[in-house]
């Protein structure tokens, strides 16, 4: 059995933080706690405020309110070089004329650690990114992925309790991401500092983070565990931020102990359950749908709600076959099928049964 490493992450904590330029509210009230060695994500769409928020809490911009706190102590009036935080940029930020060795020692040069601790130190965090062999060799000389571990290795030389990471895969290409996104994963276990990272990408937040906070037009719209945001998302908009999913918005006909019977497409009438914690709908309502249920062909006939729809298009993603099916004039399904389980072969224009259970929708607005 492996022991967990011990958490030498520090607390966080934002309150009512603020950022204005003129009459743009780029960060709006931000409250958030992150727990000691918690990997923690920023997601959300370009301009909604997850960048500058992250740069406040390096001390990178001032906020224009509020408090940042690391262990109950205020560091609103630190400056960056004194609040003992690592920070990985999108372009790596790295010294092109200095090597890797330099590069790494550079933050403990800052610090006027003495010149046999940085070996020491420089020679460990190089090995933590399994670069200790690239010591001698300049950025140049290095793929993007390297170039990457070496401004991690940096960032962490000086064993900081905070490590901030904006966008870092972001450069990389496609099978390099994924490769990283699993050394990410083992560098914080072995590390225990607090991360906070940011994307737009929701695949990397889902798959890294112990907690996640989505933002919108400069507010915190939703903050909890990936599975919590995936299965439950509490707005329209996290619910299709967040993982793909079909939105069915519906005019409501009436109220039973069934749910809410809607009309959906103009002509589809079905009944979809309430939310608890939520107002009945009054006027519409909008569902969301998840693929994975969605069944096709004759799996759709032993569902609760069965409908035809003529099959748009489909693609072929590797394990699984996507669809785009039409129950309307303006309204589309997706569906998604492992494809070795694939048991018919459907064809564009076909007409083909599509099925859900009602507890597979969940509710995500209403009006």
Not at 9 to 26: F, P, R, V
Not at 236 to 254: K, M, P, Q, T, Y
Not at 262 to 274: C, F, G, M, N, R
């Amino acid at each position: 059995m492996v022991n967990a490493p011990p958490k030498r992450g520090a607390h966080i904590e934002l309150q009512d933080l603020s950022k204005s330029y003129a009459n743009l509210n780029a960060v709006e009230k931000v409250n958030l706690s992150f727990d000691a060695g918690e990997f923690v994500t920023f997601l959300g769409p370009s301009g909604s405020g997850k960048s500058t928020t992250l740069m406040m809490i390096a001390g990178f911009q001032v906020p224009s309110s509020g408090d940042i706190k690391v262990n109950g102590n205020s560091i609103i009036q630190q400056p960056v070089h004194k609040r003992n935080i690592g920070m990985v940029f999108q372009n790596y930020a790295l010294f092109p004329h200095l090597s890797v060795a330099q590069n790494v020692a550079f933050p403990l040069e800052m610090r006027g650690v003495a010149r046999n601790d940085i070996a020491e130190r420089v020679k460990r965090s190089l090995a933590a990114v399994r670069l200790d062999k690239f010591g001698d060799r300049r950025p140049a000389q290095l793929s993007g992925g390297q170039q990457q571990r070496v401004a991690l290795a940096r960032a962490l030389v000086f064993e900081p309790p905070v490590l901030l990471l904006d966008e870092p895969l972001g450069a990389l290409d496609a099978k390099l991401r994924e490769e990283m996104k699993f050394e990410l994963k083992q560098l914080h276990q072995s590390i225990g500092a607090t991360i906070i990272f940011v994307t737009h990408d929701q695949e990397e937040a889902l798959t890294l983070s112990d907690r996640i906070a989505v933002f919108n037009h400069g507010k915190v719209v939703q903050y909890g565990t990936p599975e919590a945001l995936y299965n439950q998302p509490e707005s329209r908009f996290v619910a299709d931020f967040i993982g793909e999913s079909n939105l069915l918005r519906g005019a409501v006909l009436a109220m039973n102990s069934d749910g809410c019977r809607l009309s959906i497409a103009d002509s589809i009438e079905l009944t979809a359950p309430l939310r608890s914690g939520w107002s009945d709908p009054k006027k519409s309502a909008t569902y969301m749908l998840r693929l994975e249920p969605v069944a096709l062909g004759v799996a759709a006939g032993s569902k609760e709600i069965c409908i035809e729809a003529k099959l748009e298009e489909f693609l072929f993603v590797g394990n699984a076959i996507k669809y785009l099916l039409k129950i309307g004039e303006d309204t589309f399904i997706k569906a998604r099928a492992h494809a070795t389980s694939k048991s018919q072969d459907f064809r564009t224009g076909d007409t083909v049964k599509v099925g859900w259970n009602r507890e597979d929708m969940l509710l995500v607005d209403a009006e």
